[in-house]
């Protein structure tokens, strides 16, 4: 890893765009450093490049004829501490998030939509910040995700660890993901149960992404739901696949981005009211990101893209996390606040393991 760190210092003394990166459960670090600070988007999705989307808005690429790629192989030669990521109620936080989830609660029951994610964010001071640590930490923490820092000087620097696939398409081979439900791991032991609550979350996203891709994906294959672990968070996972023509990418995105797991159902009617209500911007937390058109560990043509969960965003002397929750009708706004404090954990745990 060393090489490619390496690079990033020089990236970053330069004031130059870069995004290091692994796949889940891989071993190869890849490292993409543009050549300019020009800020480049994409509209139609045609461009070889290094993706990065906000959850409204034009998506960032770092385009492929203008970076450098680098690789490395992740090792660790020393072992990283678990250090507990103790959280003080931030009661105030607490009383607002819970009316902000009644609200979309009484929403729901009026027939407005039938599901809505609502999130929130959370400030860490800090005094100091090692990148290199922080990125290692990531790494070494959540091997099945995808671990990532992307920085642009004009933008800033986010980093992150998410589970969640958006969609991959290999020649002419899709998959996707639906994903939703939460509960935190206890130990080897902890026998996993869903309520109804979480099934019906779960169903909801499946049954959307299903009905979206019909009409452009063939030979449709949906799987049982089943638990799957992130970190230390467990989660209700059905996995989707098919074949499609690579000329509906654009097409592709509209209609799965931002999936129900991120923003709600009907998508246009739960996302008007996640801007109006939220209070904040949440900027590239649950956008998308990833490899566009081009693999760069393999220099082959296919397209691999994950929703931006589990992520933070470095600033001087500050870090914000953002997490977030499914709301339905029968939600419980105090043990939804329970849920984003336990996501929060999954950064706390790296920021208190890299001071």
């Excluded at 030669?77 to 250090?83: A, G, N, R, S, V």
């Excluded at 009383?95 to 929130?120: W, Y």
């Excluded at 959370?122 to 099945?144: A, G, H, M, R, W």
């Excluded at 058109?293 to 933070?312: A, G, H, I, P, Q």
Aim: hydrophobic share 40%; net charge negative; charged share 25%.
């Amino acid at each position: 890893m060393k090489s490619i760190f390496e690079r990033v210092r020089i990236q970053q003394k330069m004031n130059l765009p870069f995004v290091v990166y692994r796949k889940p459960n891989t071993k190869t670090l890849v490292g993409i450093f543009q050549e300019n600070d020009h800020i480049y988007f994409t509209e139609d999705f045609v461009e070889e490049a290094f993706v990065f989307a906000p959850f409204s808005g034009v998506p960032i690429i770092f385009p492929l004829e203008k970076s450098e790629i680098k690789y490395n192989s992740v090792y660790f030669d020393h072992q990283i501490q678990e250090l507990d990521a103790n959280i003080l109620e931030d009661q105030v936080q607490k009383q607002r998030f819970m009316e902000l989830v009644q609200n979309g609660i009484q929403t729901i029951d009026a027939g407005v939509f039938h599901k809505v994610v609502l999130s929130r964010t959370e400030e860490v001071q800090i005094d100091d910040f090692n990148l290199f640590e922080t990125f290692e930490n990531i790494l070494f923490k959540y091997p099945s995700a995808l671990c990532y820092a992307w920085y642009h000087p004009k933008i800033g620097l986010w980093m992150g660890a998410t589970p969640e696939k958006l969609f991959s398409i290999k020649k002419n081979e899709f998959q996707t993901m639906a994903l939703a439900g939460t509960q935190v791991f206890k130990n080897e032991q902890y026998n996993v149960v869903w309520g109804d609550k979480e099934k019906k979350e779960q169903q909801f996203v499946t049954d959307f992404i299903k009905n979206e891709l019909e009409t452009i994906v063939d030979d449709l294959h949906v799987s049982e739901a089943y638990t799957s672990k992130a970190g230390n968070l467990f989660h209700l996972r059905t996995d989707i696949k098919g074949f499609i023509n690579t000329t509906v990418l654009k097409q592709l995105v509209n209609v799965l981005h931002p999936t129900p797991a991120v923003c709600g159902a009907p998508k246009n009617l739960a996302k008007a009211f996640i801007e109006k209500s939220e209070g904040y911007d949440r900027e590239f937390y649950t956008g998308f990101f990833g490899e566009l058109n081009f693999d760069f560990s393999t220099n082959e043509k296919s397209t691999d893209l994950y929703v931006n969960l589990r992520c933070m965003k470095v600033s001087e002397k500050k870090i914000n996390l953002f997490m977030g929750c499914g709301v339905t009708i029968g939600s419980n706004p105090e043990l939804e606040w329970y849920e984003t404090l336990n996501k929060s954990k999954t950064m706390r745990v790296i920021i208190n393991n890299s001071k």
